[in-house]
């Protein structure tokens, strides 16, 4: 009788739950339900068309807005990133346009008079092959980018003097631009593990960009030169300078300063970015130093080989 007795108060104490869960359930579908449905309507609605959307923290508490606030957080990342993409795309497809345009125009001149005309003929082969040139300079570099940003870029390391690859690019410094005068000045004893190729595209990035900024006549110095820990490759010119307002944009992806665009200088803006990457993949960071008028002088700052 007494175990009869329990089983009724236990059936009784169940009815009475199910009836207070019944009763109040509205109140805990706004309470607890609602934020977990607003975030999966959310998340189901998510398209490149509205990446601004967001999750509503109102009415959320404790676990549930933590989590919001943190799906909130993942989504402002996925729009920077893909809202870079898209400029990246953008700012490619405006790089390319030119030359291709510049390529059809010759193409219709030679269609016209070079058949005939030599001098015609042979301005047009020039510029054809020059844009391709150029073309085909942006695309390996766009392709060097993608390869970053995938996390794809693979470097091969070994230990060297770094005075083998200034010393080389030095030389062909002087054979490119014998207007120019350049000069080395190396340290002894400084040894790095890095990617020998990488550590050369790096430098000749940096001449090539001292060469485009430095009129006739100006000098161009490659640097060795090292402390207890630190190798540093610097390459400093007496060209025109660059701003304090362009200074922290120059290592951004196609930026070219004012002075650039004066000049009509050719580069497409991704030379300083990739050499930034570079330096970086080895554990190193990229300097600049510049005054308008007075010349720059961008440094990469490596770690010594720890024999």
């Not at 193409?107 to 015609?120: P, Q």
């Not at 054979?175 to 190729?197: C, I, M, T, W, Y």
């Not at 060469?211 to 490759?233: A, F, H, N, Q």
Request: net charge positive; aromatic share 6%; with cysteine.
């Amino acid at each position: 009788r007494q175990r009869q007795m329990c089983i009724r108060d236990s059936l009784c104490l169940d009815l009475y739950r199910v009836s207070y869960f019944l009763t109040r359930r509205d109140r805990l579908n706004r309470r607890v339900l609602k934020p977990i449905t607003d975030m999966a309507q959310t998340a189901a609605a998510l398209s490149a068309n509205n990446l601004s959307d967001r999750i509503s923290v109102e009415g959320a508490k404790n676990e549930l807005k933590d989590l919001a606030l943190v799906i909130n957080g993942m989504l402002d990342r996925i729009e920077l990133s893909y809202n870079s993409q898209k400029q990246f795309v953008s700012d490619a497809s405006h790089e390319l346009r030119t030359p291709i345009a510049v390529i059809q125009g010759y193409v219709s001149m030679l269609e016209r008079w070079g058949k005939t005309d030599k001098a015609v003929l042979d301005e047009g082969i020039s510029a054809i092959s020059q844009e391709a040139a150029s073309m085909k300079e942006l695309v390996e570099r766009l392709l060097f980018l993608a390869r970053h940003d995938k996390k794809t870029l693979m470097l091969e390391m070994e230990v060297f003097d770094p005075l083998e690859v200034m010393s080389e690019v030095h030389r062909e410094a002087k054979l490119l631009s014998p207007v120019h005068r350049f000069e080395l000045s190396p340290a002894q004893n400084a040894r790095v593990n890095a990617d020998k190729g990488m550590l050369k595209q790096l430098m000749r990035i940096l001449v090539d960009n001292a060469i485009k900024y430095t009129p006739e006549g100006g000098s161009i110095t490659l640097g060795v030169r090292r402390d207890s820990r630190t190798c540093y490759l610097s390459v400093t010119d007496t060209g025109a300078g660059i701003s304090a307002e362009d200074l922290p944009k120059v290592f951004d992806r196609f930026y070219r300063c004012d002075e650039a665009r004066k000049s009509q200088t050719s580069g497409h803006g991704l030379g300083l970015s990739i050499a930034r990457i570079i330096v970086a993949a080895h554990g190193g960071h990229l300097k600049v130093r510049s005054k308008v008028g007075a010349g720059t002088t961008f440094t990469a700052c490596l770690p010594l080989e720890r024999g």
